[in-house]
């Protein structure tokens, strides 16, 4: 007997291609978002999902996968890349009040955009973002959603009504298990992203994508953005680089100098 | 009077180094006061005293372990509702920062995470993009949560002990959580945590296989044992020695790469640490770039030369 058709919403950020330099703007601190690309860490919560749905019959079988991101116009570049990989259909967040968001706007912005999908069975998520790193947005999320979270799975497995997950710290390795409606977070351990293929991406010209307002969202503009931001950056500056450190190729005796260098930064 | 709250976590009865760390800073905040996990021993509290709490909150329900963090969230929401603290400290942990994100929502008060340093007005700063911009961050709504990386101050016991009263916070706790449902120790490598070691010696695709010169160097120094995701991905090590962006992020006082060849997601998560110091072959990696003292050459050679020219030194 197949199981029933599962709803989900992967969560897909739209980044700064950490392969060049990235920059802070000199006024107020944000972030330069040109040369962005789908977060690569998020790439492991839309194959999670793909492989969730084609489980249970795929999107023949009335399975769902929306891709969801919240960010500027070009941030409809991650939607789309989710849609050739293989979502179902998309949804854009995007409203110039949204710039300058911090965790709590974007959490606040994206939980809205989940309620407009009605009954949600998972949300999926990458571990961080690669931009802004502090794993804040899928514990924040959770928690305006009042679901179960589990974070950081390296394994996910669905069973009727229940989310079962790997999890792995220093110290042990744990099995969790939550009812659903869940959200979820994965690393990139959890599996092996797949690439877009020619008919994945010829399909997903015909994918709905539906962009949403503040105003759609029934969200007040002081509450998101810089604005409703809960904190602020007041400096910012470049780090020095670290060039003034000495090189020496080995002659023999490099483990040795080694020592010697520790010895004079007190480190043994 | 202010209170600066600390959460401890104490699964297995004793404080870390990073704690009292968190202690520490707390001490040049306020009056640090510590929300513990679970119940707190005798040899727990008086430790807290000596590193400045002047009350200790435990939790009424027993085992917060069994349920994912989300228990841990309450719990903070009810101490910070008891204790009404200026400021509430974190383990800068994935899951100090996931208690951080849901008490942050409970209590409508910003996060800063990462933080290696904390001014009296509360002002975090932190390193953002890898390693790339150091940058000034201020919480404006609420009361200020701010996750802390370790090894960013030495830890100090206060000048006079206190003897913290203790306090027992009952919480209500409906939010559905996920369930702890199975846990396999892993056995114990003898060496000192990743997170909070003072050294530590890291080894890549460049130990091709073969991590022992790193471990041998890592014993001889005291220190932990790190690894690139390459050397992890490959089997040669177990994932939890993965330092880097998707890994562990540390802040040693000493970072020893070997064999590594600097990419960003590694350097997002050593490149912090006080002093760095490379060894590769090839003297175009980009991990000398960042290295205080970088040598070029064949890590089997300089290795196992490095650790017997210390254990001789140390005699
Ligand atoms: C989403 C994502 C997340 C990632 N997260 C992480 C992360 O958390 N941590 C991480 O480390 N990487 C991460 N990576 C991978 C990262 O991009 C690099 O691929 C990886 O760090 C390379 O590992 P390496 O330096 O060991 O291997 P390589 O880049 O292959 O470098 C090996 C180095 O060893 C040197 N070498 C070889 N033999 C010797 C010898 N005998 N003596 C001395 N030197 C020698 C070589 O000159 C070379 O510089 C991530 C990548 C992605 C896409
Ligand atoms: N603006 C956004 N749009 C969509 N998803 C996001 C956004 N910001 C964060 N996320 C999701 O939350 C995860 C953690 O992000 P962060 O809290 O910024 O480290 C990311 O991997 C994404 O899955």
Redesign the pocket.
């Known amino acids: 007997m197949q199981e029933p058709a599962l709803n989900i919403v992967v969560?897909?950020?739209?980044v700064p291609d950490a392969q060049f330099d990235r920059h802070l703007s000199d006024d107020d601190y944000t972030l330069q978002r040109d040369e962005s690309i789908l977060?690569e860490?998020?790439e492991y919560?839309l194959e999670t999902a793909l492989q969730l749905s084609e489980a249970r019959g795929g999107p023949k079988a009335g399975n769902i996968v929306t891709a969801?991101?919240?960010?500027p116009p070009a941030?409809a570049n991650a939607v789309k890349k989710s849609l050739q990989i293989g979502a179902t259909q998309g949804l854009h967040v995007c409203d110039d009040a949204l710039a300058g968001s911090d965790?709590a706007g974007?959490s606040l912005a994206?939980a809205a955009a989940i309620r407009t999908l009605g009954n949600v069975d998972l949300v999926l998520?990458?571990?961080?973002?690669t931009?802004?790193?502090?794993?804040?947005?899928?514990a924040q999320l959770a928690e305006r959603l009042g679901l179960a979270q589990i974070t950081l799975a390296s394994a996910v497995e669905l069973n009727g009504g229940t989310v079962t997950a790997r999890r792995d710290s220093d110290t042990h390795s744990d099995t969790l298990q939550a009812p659903l409606p869940a959200l979820v977070?994965v690393t990139d351990q959890i599996n092996e992203p797949r690439y877009p293929n020619f008919k994945g991406i010829l399909a997903a010209k015909k994918k709905p994508v539906t962009q949403l307002s503040l105003a759609d969202l029934g969200l007040d503009a002081a509450d998101v953005g810089a604005a409703g931001a809960w904190t602020t950056v007041v400096a910012a500056k470049p780090r020095p680089a670290r060039s003034q450190g000495t090189i020496i190729t080995d002659e023999g005796d490099a483990g040795i100098r080694l020592v010697d260098f520790l010895a004079g930064q007190k480190l043994l | 009077m202010t209170n600066i709250l600390v959460f401890i976590d104490v699964p297995d009865g004793s404080l870390h180094k990073s704690q009292l760390e968190l202690l520490t800073l707390a001490r040049t905040l306020g009056q640090p006061v510590a929300a513990v996990s679970g119940p707190v021993s005798d040899a727990v509290a008086e430790a807290l005293g000596e590193y400045g709490a002047t009350a200790v909150f435990q939790p009424a329900a027993a085992d917060l372990d069994a349920v994912l963090t989300v228990r841990k969230a309450d719990f903070l929401a009810a101490v910070m509702d008891q204790a009404q603290p200026q400021a509430v400290l974190l383990p800068n942990t994935f899951e100090g920062k996931e208690i951080a994100g849901r008490l942050s929502i409970k209590r409508r008060s910003g996060v800063i995470t990462d933080a290696i340093a904390v001014a009296h007005d509360f002002t975090a700063t932190k390193s953002v993009l890898a390693g790339a911009y150091t940058v000034e961050a201020q919480v404006r709504t609420g009361t200020p949560i701010i996750t802390f990386k370790a090894n960013s101050i030495e830890a100090e016991p206060a000048p006079e002990a206190a003897s913290p009263q203790l306090e027992t916070v009952a919480f209500a706790s409906e939010a559905p959580a996920a369930q702890v449902t199975g846990r396999t120790g892993k056995p114990s490598s003898g060496r000192p945590e990743l997170s909070e070691a003072r050294v530590v010696v890291a080894g890549g695709r460049g130990v091709n296989g073969d991590f022992s010169a790193v471990e041998d160097l890592a014993d001889a120094l005291g220190g932990a044992v790190g690894a690139s995701r390459a050397a992890t991905d490959a089997g040669w090590i177990e994932h939890s020695a993965q330092v880097g962006q998707t890994g562990q992020t540390v802040s040693p006082q000493l970072y020893i790469s070997a064999g590594i060849s600097g990419a960003i997601q590694q350097k997002a998560g050593m490149q912090t640490s006080k002093v760095i110091v490379a060894v590769n072959k090839d003297p175009d990696s980009p991990v000398f770039e960042i290295a205080d003292f970088g040598i070029v050459g064949d890590l089997f050679k300089v290795l196992p030369q490095a650790a017997a020219e210390i254990r001789k030194r140390k005699g």
Do not use: C, N
């Open positions: 969560l897909v950020k739209h977060s860490l998020d919560a969801l991101t919240m960010g941030a965790a974007t994206l998520t990458g571990m961080a973002s931009d802004g790193e502090t794993s804040l947005v899928p977070s």
